[in-house]
Structures are given as C-alpha cells and as structure tokens.
C-alpha cells in the first residue's frame, strides 16, 4: 500500500524539465517568463495544499541581467519536515524545489519547474520567528536549508512572515528575450482573478532606456499632451555630438511603481542610421520619463540639466509654461490691407461684423485671445500657422 502522504506521482529528476520546457511551460520564446513567475504567483496566492502561502501582497521585481524576484507576506515556505517517502526529513522547501509534481494539483507545484528551468535560484523564508536561505544552481541545492538568524526585531521593527523566490531563467533555454507587453497583459488579468491580493512591479533596471538608444543617430522631440495636437516637432537633432550629449544627461535615479495621471509634455523619439525607431518616451513635468520598458515612471537623476539642454535648444519648458500664473493677451498686428482670411479669423473668434473686424485690424485693436500661458502658447500656434502677424503682451518668453 502506498504511503499516505505520498499523493502525487513525481519526477525527482529536473533534467527531465530542462529536456522538454515546452511540456512543461508551453514556450521558450518571449512569452516565457511569464509562465515561470505565475508558478510563483500561484504558490504566493495558494492557500491550500501541502504548501499554502496565502499572500495577500505580493511584489515582483524585474532586475536588468534578466533575474526576477518575487517576494510575498504569506505565511512562509514550510521548513517543517515533509514526510514524503524516501525524503521524510527534508524540509517541504527543499523538496517543493526539486520535485516536478505531477499533474500539479495544489499551489506550488510548478516551484521544482522554475527551479528546474533556472540556472541559479535564492529562496529566503521567514517563518515563525526564524529567517531561512536555501540556494540553487542549474536545480541542484548547493547545500541544505541554512538557518541564518532567530532575531524578528530590528530597531522596533517585527519581521512579517513571508517568502522571498529568485531566480535567474537559463540562457541556454530561454534565447528570445522578454516580451514585456505581453507579461503586463498577463499580471493585470491575474491581479483580477485575485482581487484580494496586491500586485506590485519594480524595475531594478534604471539604464534600460540608456542601452535601448545606444545607438541613437537621430532625436526627434514632439510636443505632447495638453500642448498643440496633432503633434508638432520641437526639436530634431541629428549632430552626432549633440544626440551623444542628450543621451548621457538621461542618467536615471530609479524606476517607480506606477504612473503619474498625466500624459506627458513632450514626446522624445530616438532613431538609428537607417532611420529605425529605437525608443520613444514622454518627459513629464520636466522631472520623469515614461518609457514602455519600466513599468513605472524614470526619475531623472539631474532633471534641471535635461530640462536646460532643451531649452537651450529651443524647447520651451512646459513646467515652468504649466505653473505660470499670467495672464497673456495675443494681439495681432496692424494692417492697412488686410486679407480675407485675416478678416474671417476676426469675424469669427470674435463675433463681430465683417466690417467692424477690417476696422479693428487697421487701427491695431486686435486681443484675438487671451489666457494662461499654456492656452496662449496653443493659440500663439494656431494664428503662426495661418501666417497673421501678432504679438504677446506681456513679453511671451515660450
């Protein structure tokens, strides 16, 4: 008779995972990842089975040499013993990452796959006042479960329980690279599916965007947001120097989780030789980048020097635009014969006869429009664009 505990079929050997992934997880391609860390999420967010953790916050963090770790609040990978026939005093933690269970019928069961698929995995667990650390190579422990510290207070702070998982997937595997879209696609549908838990992602990669545009021979700054739509070119640079210099200014403090409310102000595109997009991000209220490769926003480390080259650049400062409090009048300027089409503008912006507006325009009497700095800087735009002479009171310094 078999042993009670012994309820699941298994595959010891994780050669057997690294043989065949696809049985395993489907693809290797881009996609992958994703199917790795939702084994993980999937014990996080468990509550029944050998191995419950039921977590109801759960943080990912991407690093940029390719490694993930995923950390939860739940009560902690079991490192009581297991029980299970051959391997009854091995801790569940040990066993829970070197086993393929088969068919995986609780929560946990794909941890031995990820381990399998990884070419170095670090499992930490703090449990019950204790503080645990295993480590893995290519799926192999390099040693048995260690217990690293019986202190849960540090400077009045209580440790919570938890179970912190990461791993770094194997090259020789996984060659296509991350498809980053399609794994925000697949968190968002899995946060909905537990809404009870909280879902976090931090990139541990600020130089991302740095080595997306390394070879950058073209910027092209457009303006974005609330200021002229469609959107205009600000800026092209294509001097070598001046592409190279921009670059090196983007030096990035940290990525947050999450976005501002906002869409940006300027829309910042990076080109190669053949004229290839690189990147594209948004400048937002001249201290953040939004980029698609983070999942949150880019915080400038000198955001007054990015800001500064710009407008040395001819680049307005939309923030400083944003937070002026004038009040601007757009004038236009005298003319003794004014066209249909100045005439018309008058007529119709400001409702008055055909005849009136010829008047107005001759003897200089024009405000067209006024407003903040940011509607004046669009409406300055607008008249620029059909060619009217005009002027702005105060002193228009956009």
């Keep these: 008779m078999a042993d009670e505990n012994d309820f699941l079929r298994v595959l010891t050997d994780l050669e057997a995972v690294r043989a065949r992934p696809d049985m395993y997880i489907g693809t290797t391609g881009p996609k992958a990842l994703w199917e790795l ?3 993980v999420l999937d014990f996080c967010v468990g509550t029944d089975g050998p191995i419950p953790s039921g977590a109801k916050q759960v943080e990912i963090a991407l690093y940029s040499d390719g490694g993930v770790c995923i950390r939860d609040d739940g009560q902690g990978l079991s490192v009581e ?3 299970r026939m ?3 005093d091995e801790p569940w933690v040990m066993v829970a990452l070197t086993t393929v269970w088969v068919p995986g019928g609780f929560p946990g069961a794909g941890l031995g796959i990820v381990n399998g698929l990884s070419s170095e995995m670090v499992v930490s ?9 295993a480590r893995f190579s290519n799926g192999e422990p390099e040693g048995p479960l260690e217990r690293v510290s019986d202190h849960r207070t540090i400077i009045g702070f209580t440790i919570p329980d938890g179970t912190s998982i990461s791993f770094w997937p194997r090259t020789d595997v996984f060659t296509e690279g991350f498809d980053r879209g399609f794994f925000d696609e697949q968190l968002v549908a899995y946060s909905t599916e537990h809404p009870d838990v909280t ?10 965007l740095d080595t997306a545009i390394a070879d950058a021979t073209q910027v092209v700054v457009e303006f974005h947001g609330v200021f002229p739509q469609p959107a205009a070119v600000a800026l092209r640079v294509t001097d070598p120097g001046d592409v190279d210099e921009f670059r090196r200014l983007l030096v990035i403090e940290g990525v947050s989780d999450g976005h501002c409310m906002c869409a940006g102000d300027l829309l910042i595109k990076w080109f190669d030789r053949a004229g290839e997009p ?10 953040h980048l939004r980029w698609q490769g983070w999942s949150g926003d880019g915080w ?3 955001s007054q020097k990015v800001v500064g080259w710009l ?3 001819g680049v307005p400062d939309m923030e400083a635009m944003r937070m002026d409090t004038t009040r601007y009048s757009v004038c236009l300027d005298r003319c003794d014969a004014p066209g249909a089409g100045l005439i018309r503008l008058i007529h119709q912006t400001l409702e008055v006869g055909v005849t009136r507006a010829r008047e107005m325009i001759r003897t200089g009497d024009v405000v067209l429009f006024e407003g903040s700095a940011v509607q004046v800087f669009k409406s300055r735009g607008d008249v620029e664009a059909a060619g009217f002479g005009f002027h702005v009171v105060p002193e228009f310094r956009y």
């Excluded at 690189?278 to 201290?287: M, S, V």
């Design 37 to 39: 860390v939702k084994m």
């Design 81 to 83: 013993a297991s029980g």
């Design 86 to 88: 051959g391997r009854e």
């Design 125 to 133: 667990v703090e449990r019950d006042g204790h503080s645990y650390l």
């Design 199 to 208: 879902f976090q992602v931090i990139d541990c990669d600020p130089a991302g």
């Design 278 to 287: 690189l990147a594209a991000a948004t400048l937002h209220h001249g201290t």
């Design 300 to 302: 400038l480390l000198d």
């Design 311 to 313: 407008t040395a650049h």
